[in-house]
């Protein structure tokens, strides 16, 4: 006679593990999509289990290397952005973990002595229960440690723009400094090529102190252009530790410093970038997403506080009865078993979801007490922008052509004999110095521009 309930029981044992076993998966093409922008999409292996050094060589820069080229190679070698994408990746694994179901239970009895039944001896049990999640449940398990695996990934943006935000500001800085010492070794060049006609002058009659006045001057200007030479390796420095090169490698490049075409920007595009702020910048939006998991955590404290309901079956083995005849002989017996787990310390539950509200409060006031900050970090920088464009337009178009025509009357008079040295070695120190005001000011705004660019997102493609 064949065992019917058997094969019942086979049954509900694979539907239950089956059902135990199911689990949500991430998006593989989001995850593909954020390690290709932080690891670039021919910069180091995206591959599910990364290496030692998911960074791979270091790239090199090129002859010419603009800005973009730098960023390019510090995002690609920093290691921060890889520590914390790898711990992204570890909260996604841990996201995946809490959705799943509770695992099923095994349980095999064995009878020392047999019991007898009117169907014949039972020798053996299994048993086979499932926990059953109330519903609702997994979904906020699995929302609140999404949330936080979305809060890494802003940590990893985050991170990412202080990069480019470091990167840029070294590279005005040598850029600068580049610019600078070109105007300081063209001054000084000019200076030299004057020499030999103030001599002949001297000795034509002209006063003594007009060559002293000169060689002083040439003695200045070298020491500045001296001074230069020496600040650039600490400049470089910052660079090398960005892009992490070697300590030993060739000097990098001199960049070239450009001037922004127009103006500051309008009182319409402040604003946009003041709303840009709150809508992109990645603290803010890591911030929101840990009030969202927090806001999920107090849904699984308040579930947590209900009944545990624990579903299975057991499985009786029995043989076959000792009367001859007997009606269900050998036949094996299912059960059907419901658990509850009463939760009667209803004060620990409680106590659990009011930690959870005081973190979300707790998250709101950060995210409000940051984005105040933030504001005014981004009123600061909107200002020096604003500010260092005054500055070009009054230097470019005002200033240093009226100081470069002086300069050129100053020198026909001395010529002539008409002004003295001093007046013309005056003229040439208001030309250089407006030179170098003017190309700060060009500094001065691409580090603020990298400064909006970092707090309102303007470096996302």
């Known amino acids: 006679m064949p065992k019917t309930p058997w094969r019942a029981a086979v049954a509900v044992a694979l539907s239950a593990l089956c059902v135990g076993c199911a689990a949500s998966r991430a998006d593989p093409s989001s995850l593909r999509a954020r390690t290709e922008r932080v690891r670039g999409a021919q910069g180091g292996p995206s591959r599910a289990d990364p290496p030692d050094d998911p960074r791979g060589a270091a790239p090199e820069l090129p002859e010419a290397a603009s800005l973009d080229d730098y960023v390019r190679v510090a995002l690609l070698r920093d290691p921060g952005i890889q520590e914390q994408f790898e711990g992204y990746r570890q909260a996604l694994a841990a996201a995946r973990i809490a959705g799943g179901w ?270 105040a900050e933030l504001d005014v970090e981004l009123r600061t920088a909107q200002y020096r922008r604003a500010d260092a464009a005054r500055r070009i337009a009054l230097h470019r178009d005002e200033l240093l052509p009226r100081a470069r025509q002086a300069l050129a009357l100053t020198e026909t008079a001395y010529r002539n004999g008409v002004l003295s040295l001093s007046d013309w070695i005056d003229r040439l120190r208001a030309v250089l110095s407006f030179e170098e005001a003017l190309w700060r000011a060009g500094a001065d705004h691409g580090r603020a521009c990298a400064a909006i660019a970092a707090l309102t997102g303007g470096d996302e493609s």
Do not use: C, K
Not at 138 to 158: F, P
Not at 205 to 226: K, N
Not at 277 to 292: D, G, K, S, V
């Open 102 to 371: 509770p695992d099923a239970r095994v349980a095999w009895a064995h009878f020392v002595e047999p019991i007898e039944t009117r169907t014949g001896p039972q020798r053996n049990r299994v048993s086979l229960t499932q926990p059953l999640p109330w519903p609702g449940e997994l979904d906020a398990r699995s929302d609140a440690a999404s949330r936080d695996a979305e809060a890494a990934w802003w940590g990893v943006e985050a991170r990412r723009r202080e990069v480019v935000r470091r990167v840029s500001e070294a590279f005005f800085d040598l850029a600068f400094l580049a610019r600078d010492r070109t105007l300081t070794a063209d001054t000084l060049a000019l200076l030299r090529s004057l020499e030999p006609v103030v001599q002949r002058r001297v000795e034509g009659g002209a006063p003594q102190a007009d060559l002293v006045r000169l060689q002083v001057e040439i003695a200045v200007v070298g020491d500045a252009l001296a001074g230069l030479d020496a600040s650039r390796p600490a400049v470089e420095a910052r660079l090398d530790a960005l892009l992490d090169r070697d300590r030993g490698a060739a000097p990098l490049p001199s960049p070239e410093l450009a001037l922004p075409e127009s103006g500051g920007e309008d009182a319409t595009d402040e604003q946009s970038e003041r709303a840009a702020l709150w809508e992109r910048h990645p603290e803010l939006r890591a911030l929101r997403e840990r009030i969202a998991a927090e806001r999920a955590r107090e849904d699984v404290a308040e579930l947590a506080g209900r009944p545990g309901v624990t579903v299975g079956v057991d499985w009786f083995e029995t043989g076959e009865a000792r009367i001859p005849g007997a009606a269900g002989s050998g036949d094996d017996p299912l059960a059907l078993v419901l658990q509850l787990s009463l939760p009667f310390d209803r004060g620990r539950y409680r106590a659990g979801v009011e930690a959870a509200q005081h973190a979300r409060v707790a998250a709101a006031m950060r995210l409000e007490r940051r984005a």
